[in-house]
C-alpha cells in the first residue's frame, strides 16, 4: 500500500475478469466468449484501416461507425454513444448519470462490475435482492433515488424480462436514469431500445463483444435521448476525446453493416444452448430459463467447486462464483456442438467418478 | 440541459480537440502527427492480428506489450502500465495520486487537458505562471500539497527543462505523486524516465502517437515505481479491464520492438524543425526553443489570428489558442520537408499581402 495513492483508492475491490490461462489449451466456456469467427468483412475492413493512415489522430466522434450503428439499431445518430467496450461506457454512465444523486438501486446478483463503478465514483447502492427464482422483482426496482441499473438478460442468471417490464421500470423512475445492459440481448432477448422515444430516462448498452464475436475489438455503445448522449460525451470529453482507435472504428463499422452474419452466429448460439440445456438436465442439473450465450446450472448433488475444479483439471473452463445464493452454480459459456460434446463428456466421467 | 445529469456535469468545460475537417484536402499541422508513417512491421503485426482471435478477449495485462515497452524504456514491466492513449493514462493518474489529496500545481500555459482532468475528479488547482520567456519556473513547483503535473517539453510551448530540474522537482514534492508528461520527449528532450529509480514519486507519461506515428492506434503508457502502477491498475479495473483491443496491442508490441525506425523519423522531424525555424525567423517570426514535434511562433506585426485564417483558407491548418499570453502565436506542427516549403511559401504570399 502506498501513502502516495488517492485516500478512497485503499477501499476500492476491483473487477475481477474471468481468467484467461496460457499453460495449455483449454475448452473456454468461462468468459461468455462467441465461438464463431468474427465476420470476414469485419476483418477485410480493418486490413484496409492498417497502413499509413494510422499516423493521424482516429475521428474522435465516431461519425461513420455512429452512422452504421444507428442505422442497425433503427435509431438516430444523436442517440448513440459509442465507447471502448460496454464496461467503459457503463463506468461512463456511472459517473454521467448516478454521481452526487444519492442511492442507486440494483440487484444483489447482476453483473459484478456494477459495484465497482459506484464505489469509484463515492456512489452508495440499494441492493435489491432477486426472487426466489432468480428473477427481477420488477415493482421493488419502482421509485429509485438515483437512478436503476440492471442487465437484461441478468448476468449470470440468464433470465430476461420482456421489453415491456423495464418499460415499466423507466416509467416508474421519473427524473432519474434507468441503465439497462444489454451485453446479451441478441441471443433470444427482447431489446428496449425502441421504448427510448417513449422514455427519455431510459438508457441501454450493447457491446459487440458477444453477438459480434468482437471481444477483442472492445466495442460497445449506449442508445438513449440525445440529452443522455450530450452527458456521455461530456464525460468522454473529460477523460480522452479518442477512446476509440482507427482499426476498432473500421472493423465495428463493418459489423454493424454484416447483420445477418451476426445474426446467423447468434442463432447458431441459441440452438447449441437448448440442445446443451436438455442434456444438461439428463444429467441431473437444473437450470434456468436463460436467453444469453451461457447456461447456469446446479447439479442436484455434486458441488458447483467440485465440478468447476475437476472440469478445469479436464481441460474445460467455466465459471463458478463464490458469491452468496449463487456459490451452488456454475456459469458455462455456449461454444459449438463439438465444444459442448466434450463438456458433456468430460461431466458424465466427472459425475460417474463422484 | 439535462435534469437526468449528475449535478457537476454541467460545470465542466470539456477538452476541444485540433479540427479534422473534411471539407477538402489541408496540409495539416495543427494536431502534432508525425508525418512520415508507421513502422511496416506494426501494420504487418495487426493483419497478423486480425482474425480469428478477435472473437476472445485481449490480455487485460498486456502482457506481451508491457514488457516491449519495458524493454524499450530500460524498465521492469512491474513499473509500466499500459493505456488507450496518454490522454485516458494521464485521466487515471489524476483519478489514482491526486484525487481527495488538497490542491494540485500546474503551469498556467500547459496541455490543456490538465484542468479538464481535474474539474472531473473535483480537484482544485494552483495554478502557477510560466516566467516570462514562458520557461517552466522550477522552484515554484516545490512543495505542492496534491502533487504536480507539468509537461515536458512544455507544450505548447515546446520549451525543456533538462531530467535533473524533473528530480529537483520530485525531490523538492516528498510524499505526493509529480507527473511528468512526455508526450514530445523524443524529438530532442531528455527523459526523466531513469529517475524513476531514485524518485518513487516521479510518474512518467508517454505516448505512440508522434513518435511512432501512430496517433490512431492509440498508446500511451505510465513508467513509475511499483506502487504508483499498482494504484493506476486498481483505477483501470474499477473502469474497464481490457483498454487495450487486440489489434492495438500487437501494433504497439511492434512499434517497441522497431525503435530504430521511429528514432530515424523523430531525428527527421527535429532536423526539419530547425530548418523550419530558420526560415521562419527570417519571415520575421519569433520563436520558442523548440524541442518538440512543434513550433511556437509569434511575428513581429502580424497578428497570430490573421494568420490562421489566412493560413486556414490557402489549405494549411495550424493551432491558434485564443488564451492570454499566448494569443498572439501559432503552434505549427512539423511536417516533412515538402509540408514546410509549401507552409513558407503561403506564409510569404500572406505576409506581403498584409
Known amino acids: 500500500m502506498s501513502s502516495l495513492w488517492s485516500p478512497d483508492l485503499f477501499d476500492i475491490d476491483e473487477y475481477v475478469p474471468g481468467e484467461q490461462p496460457k499453460d495449455k489449451k483449454y475448452i473456454k466456456l468461462n468468459t461468455n466468449e462467441n465461438p464463431y469467427p468474427p465476420s470476414e468483412r469485419v476483418l477485410e475492413a480493418i486490413i484496409a484501416a492498417a497502413g499509413d493512415g494510422l499516423r493521424l489522430y482516429p475521428d474522435p466522434n465516431c461519425s461513420e461507425l455512429t452512422e452504421a450503428a444507428?442505422?442497425?439499431?433503427?435509431?438516430?445518430?444523436?442517440?448513440?454513444?459509442?465507447?471502448?467496450?460496454?464496461?467503459?461506457v457503463l463506468a461512463m454512465c456511472f459517473r454521467a448519470f448516478f454521481t452526487g444523486r444519492g442511492v442507486l438501486r440494483m440487484p444483489d446478483i447482476s453483473y459484478s462490475f456494477y459495484?465497482?463503478?459506484?464505489?469509484?465514483?463515492?456512489?452508495?447502492?440499494?441492493?435489491?435482492?432477486?426472487?426466489?427464482?432468480?428473477?427481477?422483482?420488477?415493482?421493488?426496482?419502482?421509485?429509485?433515488?438515483?437512478?436503476?441499473?440492471?442487465?437484461?438478460?441478468?448476468?449470470?442468471?440468464?433470465?430476461?424480462?420482456p421489453a415491456a417490464e423495464i418499460g415499466r421500470i423507466a416509467e416508474n423512475n421519473p427524473g432519474c436514469v434507468v441503465l439497462c445492459d444489454e451485453a446479451y440481448v441478441d441471443f433470444g432477448a427482447e431489446s428496449a431500445v425502441p421504448l427510448i422515444s417513449k422514455y427519455n430516462n431510459l438508457l441501454i448498452v450493447r457491446t459487440l463483444s458477444k453477438s459480434a464475436s468482437l471481444a477483442g475489438l472492445r466495442i460497445g455503445w449506449a442508445i438513449g435521448d440525445e440529452k443522455l448522449i450530450k452527458g456521455l460525451n461530456k464525460v468522454k470529453n473529460s477523460i480522452n476525446s479518442y477512446t476509440l482507435d482507427s482499426l476498432a472504428q473500421a472493423g465495428a463499422a463493418a459489423a454493424f453493416k454484416d447483420s445477418s452474419y451476426i445474426s446467423a452466429c447468434c442463432a447458431k448460439v441459441a440452438q447449441t444452448r437448448e440442445h446443451t440445456s436438455e442434456r444438461l438436465k439428463k444429467l441431473g442439473f437444473e437450470l434456468t430459463d436463460s436467453k444469453s450465450n451461457f447456461v447456469f446450472a446446479?447439479?442436484?448433488?455434486?458441488?458447483?467447486?467440485?465440478?468447476?475444479?475437476?472440469?478445469?483439471?479436464?481441460?474445460?473452463?467455466?465459471?463458478?462464483?463464490?458469491?452468496?445464493?449463487?456459490?451452488?452454480?456454475?456459469?458455462?459459456?455456449?461454444?459449438?456442438?463439438?465444444?459442448?460434446?466434450?463438456?458433456?463428456?468430460?461431466?458424465?466421467?466427472?459425475?460417474?467418478?463422484?
Open 70 to 88: 444507428a442505422l442497425a439499431c433503427g435509431v438516430k445518430p444523436e442517440q448513440v454513444f459509442m465507447g471502448n467496450g460496454s464496461d467503459e
Open 298 to 354: 446446479r447439479h442436484s448433488t455434486a458441488s458447483a467447486e467440485t465440478l468447476f475444479s475437476a472440469l478445469r483439471q479436464n481441460g474445460v473452463l467455466v465459471r463458478y462464483f463464490k458469491t452468496p445464493r449463487i456459490s451452488d452454480r456454475l456459469r458455462i459459456s455456449v461454444g459449438t456442438e463439438e465444444d459442448m460434446d466434450i463438456l458433456i463428456a468430460v461431466l458424465e466421467r466427472i459425475l460417474e467418478s463422484l
Open 115 to 161: 459495484p465497482v463503478y459506484a464505489k469509484l465514483y463515492g456512489i452508495n447502492c440499494d441492493i435489491v435482492a432477486l426472487s426466489d427464482d432468480l428473477s427481477i422483482p420488477v415493482e421493488k426496482f419502482f421509485n429509485s433515488q438515483a437512478g436503476v441499473v440492471i442487465a437484461n438478460p441478468n448476468a449470470p442468471t440468464g433470465i430476461a424480462l
